[in-house]
């Protein structure tokens, strides 16, 4: 079943502020990686990570693979309207990839 | 252009009546694999492939059929479809598995079952 655990749910922010969600496991991944759902789309690649510690950005976004290999960040700064979506993370143990609830962003402009 | 095609996007069908949900990619990709996605479920692996004529249940199998005869299409058979699988399923493929799985996915298809 399902073994990551993500939050918060849900969030609703003001445009400008800066954003973070988490994801945590009860087992080890070899791999992380954050995906954003658009409304009425398939999730779509943000941001991947292969090593433990790893930190890695793409514009605003930051996210980083923690250090135990259990747990994932990832960080929006400046937030804007169009980082409205459902964010997911993923994992990959040895087997499969699995995936988060999904945290549900709400910027206010 | 890479992508997932999910066909059809919407699907309204009546308990117990067979149907199938296909999905192709033109990216070469050896994995394949089928979500469905529920309000605070996220993302729950149906089946996956990991190559032609190699499948296997994921978390949440029961109700579902695939086949993967080649390497470019792998569809989604429900049987006998029943209320309880009304849901947003997804398609997805990657390249390799272990390393690079940037997982594409497809569009969705809203499948309601009545």
């Known amino acids: 079943g399902q073994q990551l655990n993500q939050s918060p749910q849900s969030m609703f922010i003001q445009e400008g502020e800066d954003v973070s969600m988490n994801c945590t496991s009860s087992?080890?991944?070899?791999?992380w990686l954050w995906y954003k759902q658009d409304p009425g789309e398939g999730p779509v690649l943000l941001i991947a990570l292969y090593k433990a510690g790893e930190l890695t950005s793409n514009g605003r976004l930051t996210a980083q693979f923690g250090i135990t290999r259990k747990d994932s960040f990832l960080n929006i700064s400046a937030s804007i309207p169009s980082d409205v979506g459902i964010y997911f993370c993923?994992?990959?143990?040895?087997?499969?990839?699995?995936f988060g609830a999904g945290t549900r962003l709400t910027v206010k402009p | 252009e890479a992508q997932v095609t999910q066909n059809p996007r919407y699907l309204i069908t009546v308990t117990g009546k067979k149907l199938t949900v296909t999905c192709s990619q033109n990216m070469n990709h050896e994995y394949m694999s089928w979500y469905r996605q529920d309000p605070g479920l996220g993302l729950r692996q149906i089946y996956y492939s990991m190559n032609v004529e190699v499948t296997d249940k994921g978390d949440v199998p029961e109700g579902y059929k695939v086949s993967r005869k080649e390497k470019r299409n792998f569809p989604l058979i429900l049987e006998s479809p029943s209320p309880n699988q009304t849901s947003l399923y997804f398609c997805a493929s990657n390249s390799r598995w272990g390393r690079e799985t940037e997982a594409f996915f497809g569009q969705g298809t809203r499948l309601t079952v009545v």
């Open positions: 087992s080890i991944f070899n791999t």
């Open positions: 993923a994992g990959q143990p040895l087997d499969n990839m699995r």
